[in-house]
């Protein structure tokens, strides 16, 4: 049997009503291409299983016992398909309609490309900054938590041409088998968050490129996720420091020492943030966080 040019990977956690619309965007964005879309839901606890095994979605389905994490789940349909590329997408994005084949035909012309990240927009149609990133050197670390963003969102590139990269976004990451087979899968020391850094880190010392490629995407970041919890805020913190200490370790403690410091402030911040949200709330019901009646 011939080897399908394309297996999209889609990680699905309580996110149905989003997953449903992401799929009905791929479908119509792969036509023309042989491919296949693989969902693997990590155990939800709303009907998503039920609905995909009842309703015709044209997908194939792993649905996990557990949460297993986002890395894990992802190389679960990698290494149960051989497509020529993979192409990882969150469930709460749409894929505009050329946005997959043009995106495939750019790897095709472009050997060299290990991965490739498109533009992502926002609900209000502009596009997000973390549709290019750096990788978070301990320098750009520092810059970026300091509030100096340019370096690290890499702000000099153009937004309407094909731009080299560092780090390809998660919420659509177009992959090479070949460049998979050389570097490896997603590193399931990440539960969620940083996976796609430490991937795109690992692919250009692998002697690949990454690719932002001005072709569009709705990404309503945040709603698979919440983000406002303290699990979040964990997980999140916890990947940077992951990243930090497998790449950076041999790094001098004087140097060091300071990044991580700073990781576990901004992550200590963040939980007080939080809790200060909830405990007025508490207090105040009647107003959301930002004070305004609901």
Not at 122 to 132: D, V
Not at 181 to 193: H, T
Not at 273 to 294: A, E, H, I, L, T
Request: neutral net charge; proline residues 4%.
């Amino acid at each position: 049997m011939a080897q399908k040019k394309l297996t999209v990977v889609i990680v699905s956690y309580n996110v149905r009503e989003y997953l449903v619309q992401c799929i009905e965007s791929v479908h119509k964005a792969m036509e023309g291409l042989d491919g296949e879309i693989v969902v693997v839901d990590n155990c939800s606890k709303d009907d998503t299983v039920n609905y995909l095994q009842s309703h015709d979605m044209g997908v194939r389905l792993i649905a996990n016992r557990e949460n297993v994490g986002f890395s894990r789940a992802n190389n679960q349909a990698i290494r149960a398909s051989e497509s020529e590329y993979v192409l990882l997408l969150n469930p709460d994005t749409v894929v505009y309609e050329q946005t997959i084949r043009s995106c495939v035909d750019f790897m095709d012309a472009h050997p060299e490309a290990g991965g490739a990240g498109v533009r992502m927009l926002t609900r209000e149609g502009t596009p997000a900054p973390e549709s290019r990133r750096a990788i978070p050197t301990p320098w750009v670390a520092m810059l970026k938590m300091l509030g100096f963003t340019r370096r690290y969102y890499m702000s000099r590139l153009p937004w309407d041409e094909p731009c080299q990269i560092e780090v390809v976004s998660g919420a659509y990451c177009l992959l090479r088998r070949q460049a998979l087979d050389q570097i490896g899968l997603l590193d399931e020391d990440y539960f969620m968050y940083g996976e796609d850094i430490d991937l795109s880190y690992r692919m250009l010392h692998g002697g690949w490129q990454n690719w932002y490629l001005p072709y569009d995407i709705i990404h309503y970041k945040g709603e698979s996720t919440q983000k406002s919890s303290f699990r979040y805020v964990h997980v999140f913190y916890q990947a940077m420091l992951i990243f930090f200490r497998k790449h950076y370790s041999h790094l001098s403690f004087f140097f060091s020492l300071p990044i991580q410091a700073a990781i576990y402030f901004r992550a200590s911040l963040a939980l007080l943030q939080m809790m200060g949200r909830r405990m007025r709330r508490f207090v105040n019901p009647r107003k959301d966080y930002d004070g305004k009646n609901s």
